[in-house]
T-cell receptor, first 114, second 113 residues
């Protein structure tokens, strides 16, 4: 079955440490997205990518970095510059020009500070 | 800047009752999506609304879109406990090819027996 796989499910970060969240999709989607969700709030866009080797900042990109070396993969690094990283991180993907197809979401990674 | 507001933020209702969740957005868009999220889980797509006057129904849920009023509604008919979840609307940037979405803050629905 096609889908989006995020790993790990839970992640703990020590102060000053960078951590990387994995996102892989086998839906042949062109675009991939990273969102952050804080308790009781909606989703906010961190970064998105429409094509391999290209990506754009979303609304809250500071303290995060991404890469898109393969169509299937869009890892997110939470750097030490992100002072409040505790949140639920969701990866999504979609076809680039197909508005009748919604974004599909992975199961998320919950990041906490040690 | 596109802003999306949902209300109510929290809704407690009894089984068998009807209610409506509202989603207002601030600038022109012709694409709106409704998602469901169970506690600690991912988002599940419910409806895709692509044109003015669009109406979609699935079971006890019905969604509609009025692009002129910049309003979408999610109507719940004869609620059952299984519908308890958080519901999000998400609006696409108008004319954008990337399908970037702005999400509302969500409506936490609790259906009481």
């Amino acid at each position: 079955d096609g889908g989006i796989t995020q790993s790990p499910k839970y992640l703990f970060r020590k102060e000053g440490q960078n951590v990387t969240l994995s996102c892989e999709q086998n839906l042949n989607h062109d675009a991939m997205y990273w969102y952050r969700q804080d308790p009781g709030q909606g989703l906010r866009l961190i970064y998105y990518s429409q094509i391999v080797n290209d990506f754009q900042k979303g609304d809250i990109a500071e303290g995060y970095s991404v890469s898109r070396e393969k169509k299937e993969s869009f890892p997110l690094t939470v750097t030490s510059a992100q002072k409040n990283p505790t949140a639920f991180y969701l990866c999504a993907s979609s076809f680039l020009v197909s508005p009748n197809q919604p974004q599909h979401f992975g199961d998320g990674t919950r990041l906490s500070i040690l | 800047e596109l802003k999306v507001e949902q209300n109510p933020l929290f809704l407690s209702m009894q089984e068998g009752k009807n209610y409506t969740i509202y989603c207002n957005y601030s600038t022109t868009s012709d694409r709106l999506y409704w998602y469901r999220q169970d506690p600690g889980k991912s988002l599940e797509s419910l409806f895709v609304l692509l044109s003015n006057g669009a109406v979609k129904q699935e079971g006890r849920l019905m969604a509609s879109l009025d692009t002129k009023a910049r309003l979408s509604t999610l109507h719940i008919t004869a609620a059952v406990h299984d519908l308890s979840a958080t519901y999000f609307c998400a609006v696409a940037y108008y004319g954008g090819a990337t399908n970037k979405l702005i999400f509302g803050t969500g409506t936490l629905l609790a259906v009481q027996p």
